[in-house]
């Protein structure tokens, strides 16, 4: 059974970089979408990106659109979400998940489409002013 999880996650300055990766453990995750969501405190989780299973296609929303980038090296079972320019409103628990549905194109901003998919169990990513 597959099963993801989140690493990489951190306390950084504002301006400051990190990379989040997400593993896949269990059985592979490389003909799957994977789509990348946080939640901060109080607020609703919010999908902020995706990577289609052969990292072709790459989606972003606006709020991280020209500062993270999201990237995949199969070989590993990993995909990656390089932050950088981080800003305190970045402050949230990342998650990744597995889009079992294999919408093409990938989506983030529809979390129903990842409702069947695993989930990891998140990786806390502070950004001070």
């Known amino acids: 059974q597959l099963q993801l999880v989140e690493s990489g996650g951190g306390l950084v300055q504002s301006g400051g970089s990190l990379r989040l990766s997400c593993t896949a453990s269990?059985?592979?995750?490389?003909?799957?979408?994977i789509g990348w969501f946080r939640q901060a405190p109080g607020k609703e989780r919010e999908g902020i990106s995706c990577?289609?299973?052969?990292?072709?296609?790459?989606d972003y929303a606006d709020s991280v659109a020209g500062r993270f980038t999201a990237s995949r090296d199969n070989a590993k079972n990993t995909v990656y979400l390089q932050m950088d320019n981080l800003k305190p409103e970045d402050t949230a628990v990342y998650y990744c998940?597995?889009?079992?549905?294999?919408?093409?194109?990938?989506?983030?901003?529809?979390?129903?489409?990842?409702?069947?998919?695993?989930w990891g169990q998140g990786t806390q990513v502070t950004v001070s002013s």
């Open positions: 990577i289609s299973s052969g990292g072709s296609l790459t």
């Open positions: 269990g059985s592979t995750n490389n003909d799957l979408n």
């Open positions: 998940a597995a889009d079992l549905k294999e919408m093409w194109p990938c989506e983030y901003d529809d979390l129903a489409v990842y409702a069947d998919g695993p």
